[in-house]
Structure formats: C-alpha cells, structure tokens
C-alpha cells in the first residue's frame, strides 16, 4: 500500500515511521525541505532506540529508511496514493489546501486522514466535493511511534466503508481504536487534555506552584505518564494555542487561552522543538532542566 503523509513535523514523521514499520511504501510530503531532512534524522534516531529497547530487530529498523522517501510536490507525489493523510499546521485553511490538492491529484479511490485535534471533519469534508465520504479524522497521538492509540471522526459525510477501511489501516499499524461518533471539536480526547491544561496553566499564573511540582503533582496523585505542563512541552505550544483558541470558539469560556500560553507562544518558547518551554532541552531533545 502507498501512504502519503503530508506534513513532516513532530506528528507526520512519526505517522511515516510506523506506516514504514508495518510494511507500506510512504511518502512524507511537506513545503520545507528542512523540514524532511529534519524528519528522516528523527526517524533514524527513533529506530536505533527500538533496537536498543529490543523492539525491533536490527535487520527490521534496516529496511525502514528504504521504504521512506519525500518530496515538496504533493500534487505530483499523490498520483498513486492508497492513503493520504495529513499531518500539518493546526490550521483551518492550511488543510483545506493539502487535502484539496491531495484529491484533486489522487486516484478516485483513495482514503484521506486528517490528524487534526480538533477541527471539524465535516467542515474540511466541506471543501472537496464528493471526495468527503472517503475522509474521515485519524488522529494519532504523541509520540505515533510509541502511543497505542489512533481516534477516528466521523464527519457528517465520512461513509461507513471509509470508517471501516480506516480501522483496518489503524490496526494494521498495531494501534487500537475509538471512534468519536459525532464531529463535535476536540473529540473524545483533545478536549480533555486542552482542559487539563489549561486549569495547570491557570494554577501556575495563580502562584499556586511551580512548573515542576504541577506536574510532579498530576503525575504522581492520577498516574499520568507525565504532567500536563511538560507534556505540553513535548506537544508544542503553538499547536496547543491554535487548538485552545478553537476550541474557545466552539465550546466557550472554558477553552479561554491564558496569558502565560500567549506570551510563551509569542516569545517562542514552544517546547522541546525550540529548545524552551517550561523546561529546557538539549539538542537531541533531552530535558535538561526548568527554563
Ligand atoms: P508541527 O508544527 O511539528 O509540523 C507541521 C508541519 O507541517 C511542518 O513541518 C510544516 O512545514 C508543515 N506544513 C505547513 N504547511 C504545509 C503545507 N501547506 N504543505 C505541507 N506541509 C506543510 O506540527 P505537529 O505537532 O506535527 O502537528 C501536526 C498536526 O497534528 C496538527 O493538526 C496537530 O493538531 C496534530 N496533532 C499534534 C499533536 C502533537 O502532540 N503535536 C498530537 C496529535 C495531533
């Protein structure tokens, strides 16, 4: 099978990884060249890890680089896709572009996905005509590689053969499934993890603690694998900002962005990716401290 993945950031270099790891050819596609170079150097990192833990054998992360290739023409790259799924910005429009052109050029049966967090399905579905009974929502979380689930959205025009066809491709990578029955922003679960951190951010505007002992808090009182404040660290500020404000739109109140996510986001203080969020990160993304 072809996959064609479009975006290689945090999201879509992952996504590629465990399409190449399940046996299917993949494309990652993205406007930045640095960008794919950037993503084939994660990858290979992320392969000698799986060998290290005894993952993956040496032999099996060998041929995963092989079945990997880019390139920034999307139109020309989607001719024969099976698969397409989209990886990039959080942005409304920014969608409705690659995945118009991604059905403008592929075959007349093809599958599209969108990783979004919270934009409606139905409102990208809304954009391609016809072709909006065969996308429906394929959000994986953070790291693809690692992380067990894939939620799936039904837009108001995703058929049941495309759902169904996306459940097998989901589980084909080994990953679990949910699916949100009714296109509403945030799905099942962004609109729970956009909550959570939020009232952590609000908590530590209030002084009511550090960064480091908010986080220490949630994941030692619920057994979360990490806290709200760094995972956000780790997911990136700027996306978390387009998904909060969105969701403020949708839901309300609620969802109101803080001060602190405003400011860290304008002064580039996105997470891991540039180095500094609430924590510090050396150049292989390793924490190396509070900021
Ligand atoms: P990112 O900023 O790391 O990567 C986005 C990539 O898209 C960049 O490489 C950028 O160059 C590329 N891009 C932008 N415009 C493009 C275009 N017109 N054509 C091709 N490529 C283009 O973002 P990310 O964190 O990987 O998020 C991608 C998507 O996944 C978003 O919809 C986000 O909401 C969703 N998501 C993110 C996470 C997370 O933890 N970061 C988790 C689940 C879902």
Known sequence: MKVVVIGAGIMGNGIAQVSAMAGHDVVMSDVSPEALERALGTINTS?????KAEKLTQDEADAVPGRINTGTDLAAL??????????????????????????????????????????????IGATI?????????????NPPVMMRLVELIRGLRTSDETLERAKEFALGLGKEVVVCQKDSPGFLTSRIAAILRLEALRMYEEGLGSAEDIDKAI????????????????NGYDTYLHAVTALEKAHGERFRPTVTLKNMVAAGRLGRKTGVGFYRYDENGKKIGPA
């Open 47 to 51: 392969l000698g890890r799986l060998v």
């Open 78 to 123: 989607c001719t024969d896709a099976d698969v397409v799924i989209e990886a990039v910005t959080e942005v409304a429009e920014v969608k409705h572009e690659v995945i118009g052109t991604a059905v403008a050029n592929a075959p007349s049966t093809a599958l599209f996905g969108t990783n979004t967090s919270q934009i409606s399905i139905t409102s």
């Open 219 to 234: 994941r030692l009182a619920f057994n979360h694998p990490m806290g709200p404040l760094e995972l956000g660290d780790f």
């Open 129 to 141: 005509g016809d072709a909006a009974d065969r996308l429906v929502g394929m959000h994986f979380f």
